[in-house]
RNA sequence: AGGGGUGUCGCCAAGUGGUAAGGCACAAGAUUUUGAUUCUUGCAUUCGUAGGUUCAAAUCCUGCCACCCCUGCCA
């Protein structure tokens, strides 16, 4: 373990706080902290939370994370996304210190442990039904009532529980349980079950047990196997923390037991979170798939264009919480992809949406200048555009009719062309139809970027490709799957919402649009700031012939707001 | 016979008896060959509420009020 010194540590939580004092004290020696996903969906933004805590912490005091596969329940879970988070991790930068499943690592100790609380007298084999179990279980107001076979011998119990595990009873007809109190005020303690009868084969072993262990009793018993000190997840688990240490009191019952803590859920406004729906997203066909763009998943997120860093920095931001859960507004995201897209992300020129230029007093052949790459950063370099007689502009960057402090070009006013020269206006020509179809300009040879002896004051700055140095390619642009003012769609859903009433419609555009050839370089997942119009990142679909990107964000614009 | 948790700016969030950090959002100004970035400034006389203790209270005490969570053989 690497060496720390606590005094130099400043805690940003009451967590932190915490282990300070249990190191200093000796109650514990080590961080080790534990992310334990059960493989049943495929990670979204708001799952970096929890991983950012349970690597980060560690990190920040020496310690290790393991990546534990919580696999108890063979129903609900598959292979493709356990195997799915291995990648999903190493995106995120975090390299677990083991990989564990679950399942094969400690079902056999679960097992033992369990048969050794049946011989301590705390835990009996119950044939209540499902539905008798919950009707015997009281309400928030009245206490359960004890199950008839909660006084069966320890002796007893064990040649039960033995019979469960050999497949003597079909499913549902046993459970284990713990025996604690039916009139506990926490509905977690009123007897819970520790194991179920359950035929289904699992996604690693098979068929080879045919009962499992539940959550509140396996996550402790595993936390303690593999020397988890502190165990950390969402606030709805609060309530179970007295269970849990419950179980390592009388399962574990060994010193230096792990201590489970619990932080806020955070959801993001606008944003659909939710297993459930995001796979009947997937099903129904409303996305491509898992890693659509528009998708809250982080493959889908991360084919969108948005980073690692931005993702932790934003969960950073949020903080630990002290209530089940937190929402934040999608622009807190926003801000941290923008910040970092901003520091790596290199600019080049596209015309969206094209207008052409015919520079009349031009004629020689095309003109290179450079363009950098990325103005907060001198490393990135430089690369090479042209001018030249006829050139394609932003069809916003024209008006004929400019609204107050419009910067850009006008009939007989000035723009100067990013990179190149300053140019004028002098003449419109228009379609049959009254649209405009071209214009002509001039420019001034002496106003040229870097140069520039002309004298002439110019207010704007607009971006252009020349028709000699530029292709097509496509942009897929997004705006949100959901609709602007549905800030909780899963709650909407659940209220009995439609899909189609959540919806955006055109959550997905896809144009045609001018790039300057240095595009012509880029590389899948490669991510740019189109000059003025915002951040995009080539798509997998892209092919030789046709480069496609999504937009991953746009720019701020105090102008057109 | 209920229990657990939380109330500090529109949203997050510090603060732990000494006179309300910070971030997002928003607004105004400066710089800018991106109306971006950057920078500067503004943004809670007040901490759910009513009392009390104290020289001093968001912090301590008492009473109210509001919101969230818990009755899976899910995790």
């Known amino acids: 373990m690497e060496k720390i010194d606590l005094d130099k540590i400043i805690p940003e939580n009451d967590l932190e706080e915490e282990i300070i004092s249990d190191l200093k004290s000796g109650k514990n020696k080590e961080v080790i902290t534990r992310c334990p996903p059960e493989p049943s969906g495929y990670w979204h933004i708001a799952h970096v939370k929890a991983w950012t805590i349970d690597f980060e912490t560690a990190k920040k005091f020496g310690g290790k994370t393991y990546l534990r596969m919580d696999d108890t329940n063979p129903l609900k879970e598959e292979g493709e996304f356990a195997e799915s988070y291995l990648e999903d991790l190493a995106w995120l930068g975090y390299k677990p210190d083991k990989l564990i499943y679950a399942s094969e690592a400690y079902f056999e100790d679960i097992y033992k442990i369990a048969e050794q609380m049946i011989l301590d007298g705390k835990?009996?084999?119950?044939?209540?039904?499902?539905?008798?179990?919950?009707?015997?279980?009281?309400?928030?107001?009245?206490?359960?009532?004890?199950?008839?076979?909660?006084?069966?011998?320890?002796?007893?119990?064990?040649?039960?529980?033995?019979?469960?595990?050999?497949?003597?009873?079909?499913?549902?007809?046993?459970?284990?349980?713990?025996?604690?109190?039916?009139?506990?005020?926490?509905?977690?303690?009123?007897?819970?079950?520790?194991?179920?009868?359950?035929?289904?084969?699992?996604?690693?072993?098979?068929?080879?047990?045919?009962?499992?262990?539940?959550?509140?009793?396996?996550?402790?018993?595993?936390?303690?196997?593999?020397?988890?000190?502190?165990?950390?997840?969402?606030?709805?688990?609060?309530?179970?923390?007295?269970?849990?240490?419950?179980?390592?009191?009388?399962?574990?019952?060994?010193?230096?037991?792990?201590?489970?803590?619990?932080?806020?859920?955070?959801?993001?406004?606008?944003?659909?979170?939710?297993?459930?729906?995001?796979?009947?997203?997937?099903?129904?066909?409303?996305?491509?798939?898992?890693?659509?763009?528009?998708?809250?998943?982080?493959?889908?997120?991360?084919?969108?264009?948005?980073?690692?860093?931005?993702?932790?920095?934003?969960?950073?931001?949020?903080?630990?919480?002290?209530?089940?859960?937190?929402?934040?507004?999608?622009?807190?995201?926003?801000?941290?992809?923008?910040?970092?897209?901003?520091?790596?992300?290199?600019?080049?020129?596209?015309?969206?949406?094209?207008?052409?230029?015919?520079?009349?007093?031009y004629n020689g052949e095309d003109e290179e200048f450079e363009i950098q790459n990325n103005p907060n950063d001198e490393n990135q370099g430089y690369h090479k555009s042209k001018f030249g007689k006829v050139i394609y502009i932003e069809k916003e960057d024209f008006s004929l009719n400019p609204p107050p402090k419009y910067n850009r070009l006008t009939l007989g006013g000035i723009v100067r062309l990013k990179g190149a020269y300053i140019i004028k206006c002098n003449n419109v020509l228009y379609n049959e139809d009254g649209s405009i179809n071209h214009l002509e300009c001039e420019y001034i040879p002496e106003s040229k970027s870097g140069n520039d002896t002309s004298g002439i004051k110019c207010k704007g700055t607009i971006h252009f490709v020349s028709e000699n140095n530029c292709f097509e390619i496509t942009i897929r642009e997004f705006k949100n799957l959901i609709k602007r003012e549905v800030a909780n769609p899963a709650k909407a859903l659940s209220e009995g919402a439609k899909i189609e009433d959540i919806l955006e419609p055109n959550s997905l555009v896809e144009i045609k649009a001018l790039a300057e050839n240095f595009l012509k370089k880029a590389k899948v997942e490669d991510k740019f700031q189109f000059i003025r119009k915002g951040y995009y990142c080539m798509d997998k679909d892209s092919t030789d012939d046709n480069y496609i990107f999504n937009s991953t964000i746009s720019l701020k614009d105090s102008f057109n707001k």
Not at 166 to 171: H, L, M, V
């Open 123 to 361: 835990a009996y084999v119950c044939f209540l039904s499902a539905e008798e179990v919950s009707a015997t279980r009281g309400t928030l107001t009245e206490p359960g009532k004890e199950s008839p076979y909660r006084n069966t011998s320890p002796e007893e119990n064990l040649r039960l529980f033995r019979e469960m595990r050999d497949g003597k009873f079909e499913d549902g007809k046993a459970t284990l349980r713990a025996k604690i109190d039916m009139a506990h005020p926490n509905m977690n303690m009123r007897d819970p079950v520790m194991y179920r009868v359950l035929r289904a084969k699992h996604y690693r072993l098979g068929n080879k047990w045919c009962i499992y262990p539940m959550y509140d009793f396996a996550h402790p018993l595993e936390d303690a196997l593999e020397g988890v000190t502190y165990s950390l997840c969402s606030m709805e688990f609060h309530e179970h923390r007295p269970l849990y240490e419950w179980f390592i009191e009388n399962g574990w019952k060994k010193p230096y037991p792990p201590k489970q803590r619990e932080f806020s859920r955070l959801t993001i406004e606008n944003v659909l979170i939710g297993k459930r729906y995001l796979k009947q997203f997937v099903n129904d066909k409303i996305v491509s798939g898992w890693d659509d763009p528009r998708f809250p998943t982080l493959v889908g997120v991360r084919r969108r264009g948005y980073t690692a860093k931005a993702l932790k920095d934003f969960v950073k931001s949020v903080g630990w919480g002290n209530v089940l859960e937190v929402t934040v507004p999608y622009s807190a995201l926003e801000y941290y992809v923008r910040a970092d897209l901003n520091q790596i992300a290199t600019r080049a020129m596209v015309v969206l949406d094209p207008l052409k230029v015919i520079i009349t007093n």
